[in-house]
């Protein structure tokens, strides 16, 4: 079965460019997760959805970040304009459920750096 | 809300000694607890998961954990560490809100 996929691995681009990363989760899974992985904050829970429906995205740093889901087999995650702080690993993870004990999926991530 | 302590950020052993990973929770709710794995450019791994049931949980790669409800633990441990287990290993509950993870422990294994 394939996972969770993500696109692209990789991304370098100048700051003040936009940055759009992409996620299509495992198909039948109902949730999805953005979160973002640094040294110094660890992993964090950007926002999720739940059936396209954005629920909670009270971790997304600020204005300059936005998600969205048109459908069920699609996200993207959108900096705009970027900037060096923003350099990161930035996760997709999906699940049948968004609590409860279905386990979250994770792809391998997009290692975003921002000059 | 949930949230998770893991003690220790780095813990270094032998290869084959024991491995053990300390995981401390809090939830107002009854839990459900994981453990994942990330290895060097990769996504993280479920490694096991403690729904209901039984409390010592079997997962892939030799690893097991033991839910301790009295002391709100959930670590992580292995009989004999191998050099393949080098990575990051991160806890995580789920109590009323989605997946919370620790801040995970570098596990480093010396040949």
């Known amino acids: 079965d394939a996972g969770v996929i993500q696109s692209p691995r990789h991304e370098v681009t100048e700051m003040g460019q936009e940055v759009t990363l992409r996620c299509k989760p495992i198909s039948g899974h109902n949730s999805l997760f953005w979160y973002r992985q640094t040294m110094m904050r660890g992993l964090e829970l950007l926002i999720y959805f739940n059936n396209n429906v954005p629920i909670d995205d009270s971790g997304m740093p600020e204005d300059r970040f936005s998600a969205k889901m048109p459908n069920a087999s699609f996200s993207t995650l959108k900096i705009q304009p970027s900037e060096p702080r923003d350099s990161a690993v930035y996760f997709c993870?999906?699940?049948?459920?968004?609590?409860?004990?279905?386990?979250?999926?994770f792809g391998d991530g997009t290692r975003l750096s921002i000059l | 809300a949930q949230s998770v302590t893991q003690l220790g950020s780095h813990v270094s052993v032998s290869e084959g000694a024991l491995v053990l990973l300390r995981c401390n929770y809090s939830?107002?709710?009854?839990?459900?607890l994981f453990w994942y794995v990330q290895y060097p450019n990769q996504g993280l791994q479920l490694l096991l998961k403690y729904t209901t049931g039984a409390t010592l949980v079997k997962g892939i790669n030799g690893f097991e954990a033991e839910f301790k409800k009295s002391e709100t633990s959930f670590h992580l441990t292995k009989p004999s560490a191998h050099m393949s287990d080098a990575a990051e290993y991160f806890c995580g509950v789920v109590g009323n809100t989605p997946l919370v993870f620790g801040k995970g422990t570098r596990l480093s294994v010396i040949a």
């Open positions: 993870a999906s699940s049948l459920q968004s609590q409860g004990p279905q386990p979250q999926h």
């Open positions: 939830s107002s709710v009854p839990p459900y």
